[in-house]
């Protein structure tokens, strides 16, 4: 049990660095990567919570963040390339 707790501030610590990574980025993808990573942290505390709780119904939650995550990276990087979302216009 000791061990859990000591993985959830673990993560909570890691979380605090990649908030300064977010801000500080060099690049707007350094930005990007530190808030996928958080995404993925976040993920990561759910099923902590979860496993500690004795609620398995977390794992799903988790599954839908972490699909949610994968989405939205790639949109917005989908953005930062093409700069929109919708399909490409044909500019004349």
């Known amino acids: 049990m000791i061990a859990i707790f ?3 501030v673990a993560v909570l610590v ?7 990574r977010a ?3 060099p690049t707007i993808f350094d930005r990007l990567l530190a808030v996928n990573t958080i995404g993925n ?6 099923a902590l919570y979860g496993f500690v709780g004795g609620r398995p119904d977390f794992i799903d939650l988790g599954l839908t963040y972490a699909l949610l995550n994968y989405v939205g990276t790639f949109a917005v990087l989908k953005f930062f ?3 929109a979302l919708g399909a490409a216009t044909e500019e004349k």
């Open 6 to 8: 000591a993985a959830l």
């Open 14 to 20: 890691a979380i605090v660095m990649l908030i300064t």
């Open 23 to 25: 801000l500080a980025g």
């Open 41 to 46: 942290a976040a993920i990561l505390i759910v």
């Open 81 to 83: 390339r093409a700069g």
